[in-house]
């Protein structure tokens, strides 16, 4: 019998806690405890050398920066393959965006964007496409994505602009084409 191992959902993993918001609590409370303790143990409260528990406080706060710091690279490491292989992806999509492919093209771009929409190329480039196979909702929905995480980009802006234009959202095109006026050519 084989099991298949269910990956979490998105909502899932933005309801557990982060390994480094789990290290920042620990770190909180180390730092609390250990000079709380240490304060006290100086009124003669409670039983020990206030100098060796800062001591020994400093050097649990060392461990556990380690302790983070190899969480962090190893999470950093773990993604390396992801990374090389998405950019390899992007390349094809970009081999089929040249070649005036716009499917096969979209398709990629729509991939690596993800359900997070969160590959700021890929946004881009599945607008274009969306653009050249007039589908203009999408277009709308890909670029103004886009600009919310790279505002300074000229081309998007009018490229939204024209978007709403087709949908007769004058004032919002306006406005994008006003934001657009702003930003200098190279925007990106």
Known sequence: MVIEEQQPSTEEKKKRPSISRIMVIITIVTVIGGFGYAL???????????????????????????????????KISARMPEYGEMENKFKLGMEYYDAEEWEKALSIFKELMGPDMDHKRALYYAARCSEQLERWEDVKTYIKRYVEMQPNDREAWELLAKAHKKFFEYEEAEAAQRRAEQLSPRGR
């Open 40 to 74: 006290l143990a100086g009124w003669g409260f409670l039983p020990g050398e206030p100098v060796a528990i800062i001591g020994f406080t400093m050097l649990v706060l060392s461990i556990l920066f380690l302790v983070f710091a190899c969480l962090f690279i190893g």
